[in-house]
Structure formats: C-alpha cells, structure tokens
C-alpha cells in the first residue's frame, strides 16, 4: 500500500453463514482493500483460494483480485474493511 491512502471504510457484522457480495463476481479494478478481523471467524476466498481468518488477522486484496468472506456458522466475524487508491 505504498503511497496509498485510505479513501473509504467501514465496519460489517456478518450474519453467520453470511456470503459477502453473493452477487457473484466481486473485485476492485482500482482499489486495495484491507480486511481486519476484530471479532469471530470466516472464511476468505481470493480467487478461488480459501483461508480461514480469526480474530486479530489483516489481509491485503490487491487490484483484480476476486474476493469474498463466508462468516462461521457459530462465530461469525466482525470485519474492518478499507479501501485505497
């Protein structure tokens, strides 16, 4: 994120088993999105890979990389996110 800076943001209690952008296909052509885990557990799925996120982790999507979250069924996450350009 060198030499970006934070142009939006904002905080998503997930319900459990909530699908972030169930619409399908979802990527920022232009933006860099930080994801912080305050609360719970999910699963984060960029492009197509899948990682388990607990409390406390920080992950970097970068341009063009398809992104999702799947919140646990019983502990589902609380998430910080921000974009930059």
Do not use: T
Request: glycine fraction near 12%; include cysteine; charge should be negative.
């Amino acid at each position: 994120m060198s030499g970006s800076k934070l142009r939006q943001g904002g905080l998503h209690f997930y319900n459990p088993g909530e699908y972030g952008h169930p619409e399908g296909r979802h990527i920022h052509q232009h933006k860099e999105e930080v994801l912080i885990c305050l609360q719970g557990r999910a699963k984060l799925i960029v492009d197509g890979v899948e990682r388990e996120m607990h409390m406390g982790d920080i992950a970097l999507i970068e341009p063009g990389e398809e992104h999702h979250v799947l919140a646990d069924g019983k502990d589902p996450i609380v998430n910080l996110w921000l974009h930059a350009e």
